[in-house]
């Protein structure tokens, strides 16, 4: 094993908001790397694809997908339904 995890670059998942909505994000990822090819950090930008998903008939999660809830230190960053 090389000890290298190749990144996720689109990951979708439910979200739980402060509401207790569940709430479908599609996750865009990407690394942040230094002119030397270094990795600095990480870049995600989510959107809430949760109508989009109704509309396709897509409404359960895979059996993997676990809902994420919004942390003390986060709640001013979750969608207040």
């Given at each position: 094993?090389s000890?290298?995890?190749?990144?996720?670059e689109?990951?979708?998942?439910?979200?739980?908001?402060?509401?207790?909505?569940?709430?479908?994000?599609a996750?865009?990822?990407?690394?942040?790397?230094?002119?030397?090819?270094g990795?600095?950090?990480?870049?995600?930008?989510?959107e809430?694809?949760?109508?989009r998903?109704q509309?396709?008939g897509?409404?359960?999660?895979?059996?993997?997908?676990?809902?994420?809830?919004?942390?003390?230190?986060?709640r001013?960053?979750?969608?207040?339904?």
């Amino acid at each position: 094993m090389s000890g290298t995890v190749e990144p996720a670059e689109y990951v979708e998942n439910q979200v739980l908001t402060l509401g207790d909505n569940l709430r479908w994000v599609a996750w865009h990822n990407t690394l942040i790397k230094s002119g030397a090819g270094g990795i600095l950090g990480t870049f995600s930008s989510g959107e809430d694809i949760t109508e989009r998903r109704q509309t396709l008939g897509e409404q359960s999660p895979m059996p993997t997908d676990e809902p994420l809830s919004c942390s003390d230190t986060a709640r001013r960053n979750c969608n207040r339904d």
